[in-house]
């Protein structure tokens, strides 16, 4: 049996694809994981626990208010986002932790792993071809611009170039079913309409992917 999972991991390794990580419960205050126990394709979900106009409209893993969501990159600590300040690039994994602690908002962070065999050589090929781009605020669903979840979500494909991550209709609405304030006047303003229902993605929905499994807090 052993050799039949060695072989597994060794065609597995020689084809780009990364391994199948099994489905867990969910992971306690004890499930505590350090930026070295990181692997390259983790993703990495940032809890605000004040909620905003992100967590209003989504539901994030177990209801957590989820309002960002970034990928570790390779084992040197730098990982993959697109942030409203800098569009689509790396940031090391101190700085983003760092930036955590220092705003109340943002104080927890829980790590994820797709628990099915993808294949990483092709990802880190498509974030290459949005990496630069600015940052998506309309949450349109060309390639123009790119916004936090998209980016996972047209990054992560299986060996034969097939997105992971389905996109979903975009919520901009509340539990009564009515779009909030918010949205209908930061719409309003840049003279659009509310993309209530369009295809997208948010950082709620990808925790919630039968695709991943929440491993634990990272501290």
Known sequence: MKKV????????????????????????????????QLKPGD??????????AITDV???????????????????????????H?????????????????DSCRSEFLVGRVNIPYSWKKTLR???RYEHLPYDSLFMPDDKAMYCSELVQKCYVDAKGKRIF??????????????????????GQRGLKVPEGEPGTNPGQISRDEHVTIIGYLK
Request: hydrophobic residues 40%.
């Open 5 to 36: 999972l060695t072989f597994v991991c060794i065609m597995m390794a020689a084809t780009g694809l990364m391994p199948v990580y099994a489905q867990q419960n969910s992971p306690t205050k004890d499930s505590i994981l350090t930026v070295s």
């Open 166 to 187: 389905n996109t979903i209709p975009m919520s901009f609405h509340n539990r009564k079913g009515e779009i909030t304030d918010f949205w209908k006047m930061f719409y």
């Open 126 to 128: 498509n974030y290459r």
């Open 58 to 84: 989504t539901n994030g893993y177990h209801g957590k208010l989820i309002d960002h969501v970034a990928f570790v990159i390779n084992d040197k600590g730098m990982i993959a986002e697109a942030t409203t």
């Open 86 to 102: 800098k569009g689509v690039g790396l940031t090391d994994i101190h700085e983003f932790m760092h930036h955590g602690s220092r």
């Open 43 to 52: 993703l990495l979900f940032v809890i605000n626990n004040k909620g905003n």
